[in-house]
């Protein structure tokens, strides 16, 4: 899009995602030094939100570096040496996770999922009865790769019947979708800044129940130094963290957060199900088909019609409408590249974000050859959007 062009830039893919103006104007005040009060007092005040938001009164610390980061310290942190590592994937972050793992020579139980389809509570269940020895089970709730949500609570709820600890990757999923981590009983709460969270890419979070901070203080350092999870503990005490922090996006998460409480946490889960709602309306309507069966109101997935150039279809839409849309990943037991678009209804999108989104893809399709009746998605849509 030209530097003149009158569009309106509209951020809709699953990460990053939209920052609202407040949020950037927050992070362009000057820099402050973080060993300060004036930095501790913004730091506690985090703090505090990040607790309400996870619905924990463990602490949850805020670490530099992506989401990867804050879920690769957690996994390096807590599992056991020797023991097992139970690792579930549902798509290419799931994944990740195993890489991750293998990249620690941890031993893994791998339970690999289908694309698109979630995992059962009963299989895991099974498993961890096979592998009494597992130390750790990782899940990821929200999987972006796949647009597919899991029933988290089922898969804590069989976590808890053993001796291991949840490790739950909520990167679409933390501020999107319902997660309560003291009620659910999850041991390790992960997310990211640049998703649900309103702000740029640059922080990770986690948050830790009692059994996680149990597990810390047992186990000793295993070759790992900034990751180390109880340096961060041990600050976050104190209400520091050990290394120089990004000073103005944990500024910036303050404000996003302040406005998501304004808003109401349960308030923002409804909105994002409401715009997801809407969305796989619209593509239903239009005869799209999505790629999950057990879809995620944070992102969604949609298999393109027969004939549509992915990378031709996803230029179009920015170019011609300003709609920025993902493609398709591709993955060990899945390969979704050039064959999908996924939209993001998390964070700072509304339903007019969400029907400039749909009126370009519709369009976009027409232009490609696909025949739908104008106005069919965003009238579906709509009418979801106007519903009480
Ligand atoms: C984006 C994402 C990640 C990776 O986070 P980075 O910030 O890119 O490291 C991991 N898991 C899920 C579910 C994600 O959506």
Redesign the pocket.
Known sequence: MPASSLFKSRLLT??PTAVPEAVLLEMAQPIIHHRTKQFQAIFAELSERLQRLFFTTGPVLTLAG????A?EATQASLAKPGSKAVTIATGK?GE?WQDVYDAYGVLQVRINVEWGKTVDPAELEQVLKDNPDTSVVTV?H???STATACDLKGVADTVRKTDALLIV?G??GVGALPVKQDEWGIDALVT?S??AMMLP?GL?FVGLGERALKRLEELEPTGIYNLDLRKWVASHKKNDVPFTPPVSLVRGQRVALEMIEDQGIETTWQRTAKLAMASRAAFEAMGLKLISSSPSDSVTGVYYPDGVDDSKFRAAVRDNHGVHIAGGQVGRHGDYKGKIFRTSHMGYVDAADTLAALMAIETELRAAGHGIEPGTGVTAASRVLTAD
């Not at 992506?66 to 980061?69: F, L, N, Y």
């Open positions: 699953p990460g992506s989401g990867t980061t879920f972050f990740r990821v929200s999987e972006t990757d990167i679409t990211g640049q998703k890419p990770g």
